[in-house]
Protein backbone atom coordinates (compact mmCIF):
# COMPACT_ATOMS: atom_id res chain seq x y z
CA UNK A 1 0.00 0.00 0.00
CA UNK A 2 1.50 3.31 -1.21
CA UNK A 3 2.15 5.79 1.47
CA UNK A 4 1.34 9.36 1.20
CA UNK A 5 3.65 12.62 1.18
CA UNK A 6 2.45 13.87 4.49
CA UNK A 7 3.66 10.13 6.08
CA UNK A 8 7.18 10.48 3.88
CA UNK A 9 7.85 13.94 5.08
CA UNK A 10 7.37 13.30 8.66
CA UNK A 11 9.36 10.02 8.40
CA UNK A 12 12.25 12.37 6.87
CA UNK A 13 12.14 14.94 9.55
CA UNK A 14 12.70 11.75 12.10
CA UNK A 15 15.44 10.58 10.90
CA UNK A 16 17.31 14.82 10.76
CA UNK A 17 16.61 14.20 14.25
CA UNK A 18 18.23 10.85 14.83
CA UNK A 19 21.35 11.85 12.98
CA UNK A 20 21.58 14.70 15.60
CA UNK A 21 20.97 12.92 18.32
CA UNK A 22 23.60 10.83 17.44
CA UNK A 23 25.82 13.23 16.75
CA UNK A 24 25.13 15.78 19.35
CA UNK A 25 28.68 15.66 21.30
CA UNK A 26 30.56 16.38 18.23
CA UNK A 27 28.13 18.93 17.62
CA UNK A 28 28.34 20.54 21.16
CA UNK A 29 31.94 20.01 21.07
CA UNK A 30 32.61 21.86 17.92
CA UNK A 31 30.64 24.66 18.53
CA UNK A 32 32.60 25.15 22.15
CA UNK A 33 35.67 24.82 20.28
CA UNK A 34 34.16 27.84 17.91
CA UNK A 35 33.25 29.86 20.43
CA UNK A 36 36.36 29.65 22.62
CA UNK A 37 38.60 30.44 19.60
CA UNK A 38 36.39 33.43 18.22
CA UNK A 39 36.68 34.62 22.40
CA UNK A 40 40.35 33.97 22.77
CA UNK A 41 41.22 35.80 19.30
CA UNK A 42 38.67 38.21 20.44
CA UNK A 43 40.95 38.88 23.64
CA UNK A 44 43.96 38.76 22.69
CA UNK A 45 43.84 41.07 19.83
CA UNK A 46 45.63 43.95 20.28
CA UNK A 47 43.48 47.26 20.67
CA UNK A 48 43.99 50.09 17.89
CA UNK A 49 43.34 53.69 19.39
CA UNK A 50 42.59 56.57 17.01
CA UNK A 51 43.15 60.41 17.79
CA UNK A 52 41.96 62.85 15.44
CA UNK A 53 42.78 66.29 15.04
CA UNK A 54 40.54 69.26 13.43
CA UNK A 55 41.74 71.24 10.54
CA UNK A 56 39.91 74.44 8.82
CA UNK A 57 41.43 74.38 5.32
CA UNK A 58 39.76 77.34 4.38
CA UNK A 59 39.08 78.38 0.34
CA UNK A 60 41.83 81.48 0.29
CA UNK A 61 44.40 82.24 2.98
CA UNK A 62 43.63 85.37 5.18
CA UNK A 63 44.78 88.83 3.85
CA UNK A 64 46.43 91.32 5.81
CA UNK A 65 46.47 94.12 2.72
CA UNK A 66 44.12 94.77 -0.01
CA UNK A 67 45.61 93.04 -3.09
CA UNK A 68 45.68 88.84 -3.04
CA UNK A 69 49.08 86.76 -3.72
CA UNK A 70 50.30 85.58 -6.81
CA UNK A 71 48.49 82.16 -5.55
CA UNK A 72 45.12 81.08 -6.31
CA UNK A 73 43.69 78.87 -3.83
CA UNK A 74 40.23 77.51 -4.10
CA UNK A 75 37.06 79.32 -6.20
CA UNK A 76 33.47 79.71 -5.57
CA UNK A 77 32.83 77.56 -8.60
CA UNK A 78 31.69 74.35 -7.50
CA UNK A 79 33.20 72.00 -9.59
CA UNK A 80 36.68 74.32 -8.76
CA UNK A 81 36.02 74.05 -5.14
CA UNK A 82 34.94 70.27 -5.35
CA UNK A 83 38.24 69.61 -6.80
CA UNK A 84 40.65 72.04 -4.84
CA UNK A 85 39.63 69.96 -1.60
CA UNK A 86 39.85 66.66 -3.06
CA UNK A 87 43.37 67.62 -4.06
CA UNK A 88 44.11 68.90 -0.53
CA UNK A 89 42.66 65.02 1.05
CA UNK A 90 45.11 63.90 -1.63
CA UNK A 91 48.37 66.01 -0.03
CA UNK A 92 47.61 65.09 3.41
CA UNK A 93 47.68 61.72 2.58
CA UNK A 94 50.59 61.62 0.69
CA UNK A 95 54.29 60.30 0.48
CA UNK A 96 56.13 63.55 1.20
CA UNK A 97 53.81 64.21 4.43
CA UNK A 98 54.44 60.80 5.16
CA UNK A 99 57.96 60.96 4.44
CA UNK A 100 58.06 64.11 6.45
CA UNK A 101 56.09 62.70 9.45
CA UNK A 102 58.37 59.55 10.22
CA UNK A 103 61.78 61.74 10.09
CA UNK A 104 60.04 64.38 12.40
CA UNK A 105 58.75 61.52 15.08
CA UNK A 106 61.82 59.47 14.39
CA UNK A 107 59.91 56.33 13.36
CA UNK A 108 61.52 54.56 10.85
CA UNK A 109 63.52 52.47 13.58
CA UNK A 110 60.11 51.71 15.43
CA UNK A 111 57.07 48.98 14.59
CA UNK A 112 55.73 48.70 12.39
CA UNK A 113 57.70 51.15 9.96
CA UNK A 114 61.41 49.22 10.79
CA UNK A 115 61.16 46.05 9.20
CA UNK A 116 58.82 47.63 6.23
CA UNK A 117 59.58 48.01 2.51
CA UNK A 118 57.39 50.86 2.62
CA UNK A 119 57.53 52.42 5.55
CA UNK A 120 55.56 55.21 4.10
CA UNK A 121 52.59 53.62 2.90
CA UNK A 122 52.32 51.46 6.13
CA UNK A 123 52.26 54.92 7.85
CA UNK A 124 49.46 56.39 4.74
CA UNK A 125 47.20 53.28 6.03
CA UNK A 126 47.11 54.48 9.51
CA UNK A 127 45.49 57.69 8.14
CA UNK A 128 42.15 58.72 7.20
CA UNK A 129 40.97 61.92 6.22
CA UNK A 130 37.47 62.84 6.83
CA UNK A 131 35.46 65.85 6.01
CA UNK A 132 32.83 67.53 8.21
CA UNK A 133 29.36 67.29 6.60
CA UNK A 134 28.31 71.26 5.94
CA UNK A 135 31.21 73.05 7.17
CA UNK A 136 35.18 73.84 5.70
CA UNK A 137 36.69 71.36 8.61
CA UNK A 138 38.19 68.05 7.86
CA UNK A 139 39.44 65.53 10.57
CA UNK A 140 42.48 63.59 10.45
CA UNK A 141 42.89 60.08 12.11
CA UNK A 142 45.32 58.23 12.96
CA UNK A 143 45.07 54.85 14.44
CA UNK A 144 48.05 52.83 16.45
CA UNK A 145 48.07 50.57 18.84
CA UNK A 146 50.18 53.31 21.22
CA UNK A 147 47.44 55.68 22.03
CA UNK A 148 50.27 58.09 22.48
CA UNK A 149 51.48 57.77 19.63
CA UNK A 150 47.97 57.91 17.96
CA UNK A 151 47.65 61.13 18.93
CA UNK A 152 51.24 62.28 17.97
CA UNK A 153 50.67 60.88 14.48
CA UNK A 154 47.38 62.92 14.08
CA UNK A 155 49.26 65.99 15.67
CA UNK A 156 52.55 65.68 13.00
CA UNK A 157 50.60 65.20 9.95
CA UNK A 158 48.14 68.55 10.61
CA UNK A 159 51.71 70.33 11.22
CA UNK A 160 53.44 69.24 8.37
CA UNK A 161 50.49 69.38 6.17
CA UNK A 162 50.11 73.09 7.38
CA UNK A 163 53.82 73.57 6.97
CA UNK A 164 54.29 72.32 3.34
CA UNK A 165 51.38 74.17 2.60
CA UNK A 166 53.13 77.32 3.67
CA UNK A 167 56.06 76.86 2.37
CA UNK A 168 54.88 75.80 -0.85
CA UNK A 169 53.01 79.09 -1.28
CA UNK A 170 55.85 81.10 -0.32
CA UNK A 171 58.11 79.44 -2.87
CA UNK A 172 55.36 79.89 -5.80
CA UNK A 173 55.39 83.58 -4.38
CA UNK A 174 59.19 83.54 -4.52
CA UNK A 175 59.19 82.32 -7.90
CA UNK A 176 56.89 84.80 -9.30
CA UNK A 177 58.85 87.24 -7.78
CA UNK A 178 62.11 86.67 -9.47
CA UNK A 179 60.49 85.74 -12.57
CA UNK A 180 58.63 89.46 -12.33
CA UNK A 181 62.02 91.29 -11.74
CA UNK A 182 63.20 89.15 -14.82
CA UNK A 183 60.16 90.63 -16.69
CA UNK A 184 60.46 94.01 -15.70
CA UNK A 185 64.03 94.17 -16.91
CA UNK A 186 62.64 92.70 -20.32
CA UNK A 187 59.74 94.86 -20.57
CA UNK A 188 61.82 98.21 -19.93
CA UNK A 189 64.01 97.50 -23.02
CA UNK A 190 60.85 96.78 -25.14
CA UNK A 191 59.15 100.04 -23.98
CA UNK A 192 62.54 101.80 -24.64
CA UNK A 193 62.59 100.19 -28.15
CA UNK A 194 58.98 101.10 -28.71
CA UNK A 195 59.50 104.64 -27.48
CA UNK A 196 62.88 105.15 -30.07
CA UNK A 197 60.84 103.28 -32.65
CA UNK A 198 57.65 106.04 -32.24
CA UNK A 199 60.06 108.42 -32.60
CA UNK A 200 62.10 107.93 -35.14
CA UNK A 201 58.77 107.66 -37.31
CA UNK A 202 57.44 110.97 -36.30
CA UNK A 203 61.42 112.90 -36.98
CA UNK A 204 61.23 110.79 -40.24
CA UNK A 205 57.38 111.77 -41.00
CA UNK A 206 57.36 115.59 -39.95
CA UNK A 207 54.44 114.47 -37.69
CA UNK A 208 52.85 117.27 -35.88
CA UNK A 209 49.19 117.18 -36.42
CA UNK A 210 47.78 114.75 -38.32
CA UNK A 211 43.80 116.35 -38.41
CA UNK A 212 45.48 119.18 -39.78
CA UNK A 213 47.75 117.79 -42.36
CA UNK A 214 44.86 115.38 -43.14
CA UNK A 215 42.50 118.27 -43.54
CA UNK A 216 44.76 120.59 -45.94
CA UNK A 217 45.13 117.67 -47.92
CA UNK A 218 41.49 117.29 -48.40
CA UNK A 219 40.76 120.78 -49.56
CA UNK A 220 43.60 120.28 -51.95
CA UNK A 221 41.70 117.41 -53.17
CA UNK A 222 38.33 119.23 -53.49
CA UNK A 223 40.05 122.59 -54.75
CA UNK A 224 42.05 120.60 -57.58
CA UNK A 225 38.88 118.41 -58.16
CA UNK A 226 36.66 121.71 -59.23
CA UNK A 227 39.65 123.00 -61.21
CA UNK A 228 39.93 119.74 -63.12
CA UNK A 229 36.30 119.59 -63.89
CA UNK A 230 36.33 123.18 -65.30
CA UNK A 231 39.22 122.27 -66.87
CA UNK A 232 37.63 119.12 -68.58
CA UNK A 233 34.69 121.11 -69.50
CA UNK A 234 36.48 123.79 -71.26
CA UNK A 235 38.58 120.99 -72.98
CA UNK A 236 35.60 119.39 -74.46
CA UNK A 237 34.36 122.93 -75.91
CA UNK A 238 36.97 123.77 -77.19
CA UNK A 239 37.20 120.49 -78.80
CA UNK A 240 33.92 120.58 -80.50
CA UNK A 241 33.95 123.86 -81.37
CA UNK A 242 36.78 122.86 -83.56
CA UNK A 243 35.02 120.06 -84.82
CA UNK A 244 32.18 122.06 -85.73
CA UNK A 245 34.17 124.69 -87.36
CA UNK A 246 35.89 122.16 -89.60
CA UNK A 247 32.62 121.05 -90.66
CA UNK A 248 31.44 124.38 -91.57
CA UNK A 249 34.38 125.65 -93.47
CA UNK A 250 34.34 121.86 -95.39
CA UNK A 251 30.90 122.69 -96.63
CA UNK A 252 32.04 126.34 -97.47
CA UNK A 253 29.43 127.83 -94.26
CA UNK A 254 33.06 129.23 -92.32
CA UNK A 255 31.25 132.69 -92.93
CA UNK A 256 28.31 131.16 -90.91
CA UNK A 257 30.64 130.66 -88.00
CA UNK A 258 29.52 132.76 -84.77
CA UNK A 259 32.79 133.98 -84.05
CA UNK A 260 33.25 134.46 -87.89
CA UNK A 261 30.63 136.71 -87.91
CA UNK A 262 30.97 138.61 -84.62
CA UNK A 263 34.89 139.58 -86.10
CA UNK A 264 34.53 143.12 -87.32
CA UNK A 265 37.67 142.84 -89.05
CA UNK A 266 36.25 139.91 -91.49
CA UNK A 267 32.91 142.06 -91.69
CA UNK A 268 34.51 144.83 -92.95
CA UNK A 269 36.54 143.00 -95.49
CA UNK A 270 33.08 141.17 -96.26
CA UNK A 271 31.27 144.58 -96.99
CA UNK A 272 34.77 145.71 -99.27
CA UNK A 273 34.41 142.11 -101.14
CA UNK A 274 30.53 142.95 -101.46
CA UNK A 275 31.03 146.82 -102.85
CA UNK A 276 34.36 145.22 -104.97
CA UNK A 277 31.91 142.56 -106.38
CA UNK A 278 29.32 145.05 -107.14
CA UNK A 279 31.49 147.32 -109.40
CA UNK A 280 33.14 144.56 -111.27
CA UNK A 281 29.39 143.70 -111.90
CA UNK A 282 28.98 146.87 -113.30
CA UNK A 283 32.15 147.35 -115.36
CA UNK A 284 31.30 143.71 -116.73
CA UNK A 285 27.99 145.39 -118.73
CA UNK A 286 29.94 147.69 -120.84
CA UNK A 287 33.42 145.74 -120.94
CA UNK A 288 34.30 141.97 -120.80
CA UNK A 289 37.90 142.43 -119.79
CA UNK A 290 40.51 145.22 -118.99
CA UNK A 291 42.11 147.31 -116.66
CA UNK A 292 39.85 148.12 -114.44
CA UNK A 293 38.02 144.15 -114.45
CA UNK A 294 41.63 142.93 -113.55
CA UNK A 295 42.47 145.25 -111.04
CA UNK A 296 38.70 144.62 -109.12
CA UNK A 297 39.32 141.30 -109.77
CA UNK A 298 42.36 141.11 -107.90
CA UNK A 299 41.24 143.55 -105.13
CA UNK A 300 38.12 140.65 -104.44
CA UNK A 301 41.13 138.12 -104.35
CA UNK A 302 43.35 139.83 -101.85
CA UNK A 303 39.70 140.19 -99.84
CA UNK A 304 39.13 136.81 -99.66
CA UNK A 305 42.86 135.79 -98.70
CA UNK A 306 42.22 138.42 -95.76
CA UNK A 307 39.11 136.77 -94.76
CA UNK A 308 40.00 133.02 -94.89
CA UNK A 309 43.10 134.33 -92.98
CA UNK A 310 41.12 136.03 -90.71
CA UNK A 311 38.98 132.83 -90.44
CA UNK A 312 42.01 130.40 -89.91
CA UNK A 313 42.66 132.43 -87.38
CA UNK A 314 39.60 132.60 -85.53
CA UNK A 315 40.02 128.97 -85.95
CA UNK A 316 43.25 128.83 -84.39
CA UNK A 317 42.61 130.75 -81.37
CA UNK A 318 40.06 128.21 -80.91
CA UNK A 319 42.41 125.29 -81.15
CA UNK A 320 45.06 126.88 -78.88
CA UNK A 321 42.30 127.77 -76.57
CA UNK A 322 41.81 123.60 -76.99
CA UNK A 323 45.08 122.90 -76.64
CA UNK A 324 45.34 124.68 -73.30
CA UNK A 325 42.52 123.38 -71.95
CA UNK A 326 43.49 119.92 -72.39
CA UNK A 327 47.04 120.43 -70.80
CA UNK A 328 45.49 122.33 -67.71
CA UNK A 329 43.54 118.88 -67.49
CA UNK A 330 46.28 117.03 -68.04
CA UNK A 331 48.20 118.79 -65.10
CA UNK A 332 45.03 119.25 -62.72
CA UNK A 333 44.26 115.05 -63.24
CA UNK A 334 48.18 114.82 -62.14
CA UNK A 335 47.23 116.88 -59.27
CA UNK A 336 44.29 115.75 -58.07
CA UNK A 337 46.19 112.15 -58.04
CA UNK A 338 49.00 113.69 -56.35
CA UNK A 339 46.56 115.13 -53.58
CA UNK A 340 44.50 111.88 -53.29
CA UNK A 341 47.52 110.41 -52.71
CA UNK A 342 48.69 112.53 -50.37
CA UNK A 343 45.72 112.37 -47.84
CA UNK A 344 45.59 108.53 -48.44
CA UNK A 345 49.39 108.43 -47.06
CA UNK A 346 48.27 110.89 -44.62
CA UNK A 347 45.93 108.03 -43.40
CA UNK A 348 48.42 105.71 -43.18
CA UNK A 349 50.80 107.36 -41.48
CA UNK A 350 48.04 107.96 -39.25
CA UNK A 351 47.26 104.07 -38.65
CA UNK A 352 51.02 103.76 -38.61
CA UNK A 353 51.90 106.48 -35.51
CA UNK A 354 48.19 105.25 -33.59
CA UNK A 355 49.35 101.57 -33.76
CA UNK A 356 53.14 102.51 -32.40
CA UNK A 357 51.38 104.71 -29.87
CA UNK A 358 49.20 102.25 -29.27
CA UNK A 359 52.44 99.74 -28.69
CA UNK A 360 53.94 102.29 -26.70
CA UNK A 361 50.86 102.78 -24.33
CA UNK A 362 50.13 99.33 -24.17
CA UNK A 363 53.69 98.44 -22.95
CA UNK A 364 53.96 101.51 -20.55
CA UNK A 365 50.58 100.15 -18.69
CA UNK A 366 51.99 96.57 -18.59
CA UNK A 367 55.19 97.94 -17.60
CA UNK A 368 53.64 99.42 -14.81
CA UNK A 369 50.65 96.77 -14.11
CA UNK A 370 54.08 94.80 -13.45
CA UNK A 371 55.56 96.78 -11.12
CA UNK A 372 52.82 97.09 -9.30
CA UNK A 373 52.47 93.70 -9.47
CA UNK A 374 56.15 92.81 -8.27
CA UNK A 375 55.65 95.39 -4.94
CA UNK A 376 52.83 93.98 -3.73
CA UNK A 377 54.28 89.90 -4.48
CA UNK A 378 57.51 91.09 -2.62
CA UNK A 379 55.09 91.98 0.50
CA UNK A 380 52.47 88.78 0.26
CA UNK A 381 55.62 86.77 0.45
CA UNK A 382 56.76 87.69 3.56
CA UNK A 383 53.28 87.64 5.20
CA UNK A 384 52.91 83.82 7.16
CA UNK A 385 49.01 83.89 5.65
CA UNK A 386 48.03 80.37 5.94
CA UNK A 387 44.88 78.97 4.59
CA UNK A 388 45.05 76.02 6.74
CA UNK A 389 44.09 76.53 10.71
CA UNK A 390 44.53 73.32 13.27
CA UNK A 391 41.25 74.17 14.88
CA UNK A 392 41.95 71.22 17.28
CA UNK A 393 44.88 68.75 18.20
CA UNK A 394 44.36 65.31 19.28
CA UNK A 395 44.23 64.07 22.51
CA UNK A 396 45.59 60.20 24.07
CA UNK A 397 42.49 58.49 23.15
CA UNK A 398 41.75 56.20 26.72
CA UNK A 399 39.67 53.57 24.79
CA UNK A 400 40.67 51.80 21.80
CA UNK A 401 39.28 51.95 18.73
CA UNK A 402 37.00 49.67 18.22
CA UNK A 403 35.69 50.00 21.60
CA UNK A 404 36.72 46.37 22.86
CA UNK A 405 33.61 43.96 23.56
CA UNK A 406 32.28 43.04 27.17
CA UNK A 407 30.03 39.57 26.14
CA UNK A 408 30.42 36.47 24.04
CA UNK A 409 27.83 38.71 21.67
CA UNK A 410 30.06 41.81 21.55
CA UNK A 411 33.19 38.98 20.88
CA UNK A 412 31.22 36.93 18.27
CA UNK A 413 30.14 40.99 16.67
CA UNK A 414 33.96 41.78 17.01
CA UNK A 415 34.76 38.41 14.92
CA UNK A 416 33.03 40.13 11.85
CA UNK A 417 34.58 42.68 9.50
CA UNK A 418 33.97 46.45 10.81
CA UNK A 419 31.33 48.54 8.75
CA UNK A 420 32.29 52.15 9.01
CA UNK A 421 29.43 54.30 9.12
CA UNK A 422 30.15 56.94 6.30
CA UNK A 423 29.04 60.40 6.65
CA UNK A 424 27.26 62.43 4.56
CA UNK A 425 29.55 65.34 2.66
CA UNK A 426 28.71 68.86 1.82
CA UNK A 427 29.52 69.75 -1.38
CA UNK A 428 32.84 70.45 -3.08
CA UNK A 429 34.30 67.80 -0.39
CA UNK A 430 34.75 64.43 -1.00
CA UNK A 431 34.08 61.52 1.36
CA UNK A 432 36.36 59.64 3.70
CA UNK A 433 40.02 58.94 2.20
CA UNK A 434 41.50 55.66 3.16
Known sequence: MASGPGKSSGFEVREYIKVLVKRRWTIATFFVIVVTLITLATFMRVPIFRATATLQ??????????????????????????????????????????????????????????????????????????????????????????????????????????????????????????????????????????????????????VFSFEERFNTALINLAKFTEALAEARRDRIEAQSLITKYKEMKAKGQAMMIPAVMENALIQDLKNEKILAEKQLA????????????????QQIAVLDEKI????????????????????????????????????????????????????????????????????????????AANNIVVVSEARVPGTSYPPAPQNDHDAEHAARPVRRRRSRVPPGISRQHH
Do not use: C
Open 57 to 206: ILPEAPTYVDFKGVVALGSSNYWALKEYYETQFRIIKSRPVAAAVLDELELRGVDPYKDAKDPEAVLIDQIQVEPVKSSQLVQIHAEHSNAELAARLANTVAAVYQKQNLERTKTISNEASKWLEGEQGTMVDRLGESEKTLQKFMEDNK
Open 282 to 297: QIKTKYKSGPDVASLE
Open 308 to 383: GAEIDSIVGAVNAQYLVAASKEKELEKAVEDARTAAQQISEMEFQYKALRRDVDSTQSLFEEMQKRAKETEITKNL
